[in-house]
C-alpha cells in the first residue's frame, strides 16, 4: 500500500510536476486553517475505574538504587573481565574461546570497551523497560538478565586469573 502510493506520486510528481502536484499542495494548504478552525477541542476525561489509577501508581520507577547497583555491579564485571582477559592474552598464547567476544578482543582494546559498554547499556536498557512495562509477567524478571550476565563475567574473571599462571 505504501509502495503503491510512494510510486504514484513519483511517477505523478515527474510527469506532471507542475500541474497535478503543485496543484494539491497549493489546494491543502488553503485547507488548513478551515480544517483546524473545525476541529473538535480535545476531551477530558477521568480514568475508566480506579484500578487503573492503581496500577499506575504501583508500577515502580525503573531508576531506582537497586537498578544503579544493579548497573555498577556488571559494568564493574565486565571491566575485570576485559583487563584479565588483555592480560592473559599478554601472559600466554592465547586465544578468546566466546565466538561473539573474539571479534571485538581481536580489534584491541578501544574497540573492546566500546563493544562491551555499547552491550551491558543496552542490556539494562531492556532492564528498565521490563521494569516499568505493563506486561505483569515480566515486571517481577527484570533483574534477571543484568544479574545472569554479571555472573557470567564473574566467573570469566576468575577463570583468566586462573590461565596462564
Not at 494539491?24 to 473545525?38: K, T
Not at 477521568?46 to 559494568?75: R, V
Not at 563493544?115 to 539494562?124: I, N, Q, R, S, V
Amino acid at each position: 500500500m505504501f509502495f503503491r502510493r510512494f510510486w504514484r506520486g513519483l511517477a505523478l510528481s515527474l510527469f506532471f510536476p507542475a500541474t497535478v502536484c503543485g496543484q494539491e499542495i497549493v489546494n491543502l494548504r488553503a485547507q488548513i486553517p478551515a480544517l483546524v478552525a473545525q476541529a473538535p477541542a480535545p476531551q477530558v476525561s477521568a480514568p475508566a475505574s480506579l484500578t487503573e489509577t492503581a496500577i499506575e501508581i504501583a508500577k515502580p520507577k525503573a531508576l531506582d538504587k537497586k537498578f544503579w547497583a544493579l548497573g555498577i555491579a556488571l559494568n564493574t564485571a565486565m571491566v575485570l573481565d576485559a583487563r584479565s582477559t588483555f592480560a592473559t592474552f599478554e601472559r600466554c598464547n592465547c586465544v578468546e574461546s566466546n565466538p561473539y567476544a573474539r571479534p571485538l578482543y581481536n580489534n584491541g582494546k578501544a574497540v573492546t570497551y566500546l563493544g562491551l559498554a555499547t552491550f551491558e547499556a543496552g542490556l539494562m536498557f531492556l532492564a528498565a523497560k521490563m521494569r516499568t512495562t505493563s506486561k505483569k509477567k515480566l515486571r517481577p524478571i527484570w533483574w534477571l538478565f543484568p544479574v545472569l550476565m554479571t555472573v557470567g563475567h564473574t566467573q570469566a574473571y576468575l577463570h583468566n586469573e586462573k590461565v596462564g599462571r
